[in-house]
């Protein structure tokens, strides 16, 4: 029979969360026939296939969209573009690997962002989308925190960005919890784009409110960031008023039309 040290020593070990290393994973997918097209906007030297994928998620928490990569092993290089590739044709020599970042592609919709920053240097993206009468999507990257570790992202209207690290999750209403994300080995934690129930981001009342990252082991803030307009401020008001309205109008002045003619 274990002692009881051994047990609970045991017992700490599995409650921990790993964080799942195939979760960079989840925003790539690799297209064996597809090749870069364009010049790339940068190229790393790297060894691994996933830290090809986490210098393309890096781009995008910077604002600088990675839409796809090749992996070159042989090369040790990693070379990411802004744009998606081409087929590539038989006689064309196959350099490395190619992925798509699904995570990277435009959505419908009236979009917003928030870049997290945190004081003890972890760092982030959360983006939001949505279309009239549809439920938002969420889609966040962050990287830079505590390895293999579940964090809640709250959106929190009543914070200030200003003090928002020096709030207590336990002492304080932080709001609504949207999603929660697990860190891996690494320090960086993926949410794919998600749908979320009950929570609606059409409304001019959410631009400028604050988003909380939450470590859920020691309830310590250790990101936050204010949500923006994502893009064109016309293409946010489209979405606003609704891209249908105008069909909606013409299709009950014809009713009208035929029943009074």
């Known amino acids: 029979m ?3 040290v051994a047990i609970v020593t045991l017992l700490a070990v599995f409650s921990r969360v790993y964080g799942d290393y195939l979760d ?5 997918v690799e297209l064996p026939n597809i090749q870069l097209s364009v010049d ?14 986490r210098a393309c998620l890096r781009s995008q928490i910077r604002g600088k969209p990675c839409a796809s990569l090749e992996h070159r092993p042989k090369d040790n290089a990693c070379v990411l573009s802004e744009k998606i590739g081409k087929r590539r044709t ?4 196959k350099k490395g690997n190619y992925f798509e970042n699904v995570c990277a592609r435009p959505q419908e919709g009236g979009r917003l962002v928030a870049r997290l920053a945190g004081f003890q240097g972890g760092e982030g993206v959360l983006e939001l989308a949505q279309r009239k009468r549809q439920n938002p999507k969420l889609l966040a990257i962050m990287t830079g925190l505590q390895e293999n570790q579940d964090f809640h992202i709250f959106y929190a209207p009543d914070v200030e960005l200003s003090s928002c690290h020096k709030i207590n999750h336990l002492k304080d209403n ?3 919890m949207l999603v929660t994300v697990d860190s891996d ?9 998600t749908g979320l129930d009950d929570f609606h981001i059409l409304s001019d009342d959410v631009i400028g409110k604050v988003v909380v990252v939450v470590d859920a082991n020691t309830s310590n803030v250790v990101d936050c960031g204010e949500l923006k307009i994502y893009g064109n401020t016309s293409d946010w008001y489209h979405a606003l008023n609704g891209s249908d309205s105008v069909v909606g ?8 039309v035929l029943i009074l003619g």
């Open 40 to 53: 790339p906007m940068a190229m790393e030297t790297v060894e691994f296939k996933d830290d090809c994928l």
């Open 174 to 176: 932080l709001g609504k």
């Open 185 to 193: 080995s690494r320090g960086m934690a993926v949410q794919p784009w």
């Open 2 to 4: 274990l002692p009881i």
């Open 90 to 93: 038989e006689s064309t020599r």
């Open 249 to 256: 109008v013409i299709g009950i002045f014809l009713i009208a």
């Open 24 to 28: 960079i994973n989840q925003c790539f």
